[in-house]
């Protein structure tokens, strides 16, 4: 982004309920066409570029994510960041905004992308409640689900756990962390008491990888899938989907880290 030399790194959070992803996309309201609007009114002009760190889908929420602003003349932050937020809507906030250096690569420098996955079980909730947590149905094992979670942690070959991409040929991902929680650990604000989180880390994801290992283990706490089907399903050796994808409202993408070093010389 050469021509555009002056570079501004924003944390966000939205709720993704009204939203049809992250991306750009004719015809429908995201979350990066909403900034663009914003920024294009705020600064008057359109000679900017808008790079995000991780495109969520459609319904799907974020706590702490980030993007960049490239702008070919110098800005001040805070007044970026106050505006924005003056004129962004209610369930989009910008928490933050920093310059960064130009050797700063929000895609390249990501080391770790957190997700939680929130659900809770028994009698039907309220229908307010289910726009940031899936009902996962009456009754489910949690010892089981937490099993088979710990089974995810290391590199595995996720095939059988992604949607088909145009370019994707490397299925290996590594998990650093992968747990079933309760709600005393929600990152969420208003989750019903009796709410579940399924946290993974790692430094990507494959295209819907968190909602299928979602799936994956309520089938396990549903006792429609055993342990060692899922432990084979890692290896890889089958190209079919081991399952559905858990529903988009209970995803939280809830945070994003950086290499060390990759924003010093601010």
Not at 2 to 12: H, N, V
Not at 165 to 184: H, P
Not at 200 to 206: A, E, M
Request: hydrophobic share 40%; charged share 20%.
């Amino acid at each position: 982004m050469q021509s555009r030399p002056y570079t501004y790194l924003f944390r966000i959070q939205y709720l993704g309920l009204r939203y049809h992803g992250w991306q750009i996309q004719k015809g429908v309201k995201t979350i990066q066409g909403t900034l663009q609007r914003t920024f294009r009114y705020l600064l008057g002009h359109e000679d900017f570029t808008l790079l995000g760190a991780s495109r969520t889908d459609s319904g799907v929420s974020c706590l702490n994510g980030a993007f960049e602003l490239f702008l070919r003349q110098p800005s001040d932050p805070s007044t970026l960041l106050q505006e924005a937020n003056e004129n962004l809507p209610p369930d989009i906030r910008l928490l933050s905004c920093r310059e960064v250096p130009a050797s700063f690569n929000i895609i390249q420098d990501v080391c770790c992308k957190q997700y939680g996955y929130y659900f809770f079980f028994g009698e039907k909730p309220h229908p307010f409640q289910t726009g940031t947590v899936a009902y996962a149905g009456k009754t489910l094992d949690l010892s089981l689900m937490a099993q088979g979670a710990a089974l995810f942690e290391g590199r595995h070959d996720f095939r059988r756990f992604c949607s088909p991409g145009k370019n994707t040929d490397d299925f290996q991902r590594e998990i650093t962390y992968a747990a079933i929680l309760s709600a005393k650990h929600s990152l969420v604000p208003l989750t019903p008491e009796n709410t579940f989180v399924f946290r993974v880390r790692s430094k990507g994801f494959l295209m819907h990888q968190v909602r299928r290992m979602a799936a994956a283990l309520f089938l396990l706490g549903t006792r429609e899938m055993s342990l060692e089907i899922l432990e084979s399903a890692l290896l890889g050796r089958e190209a079919s989907l081991l399952g559905p994808k858990a529903p988009a409202a209970g995803l939280v993408l809830e945070d994003l880290e950086f290499r060390n070093g990759s924003l010093d010389g601010e």
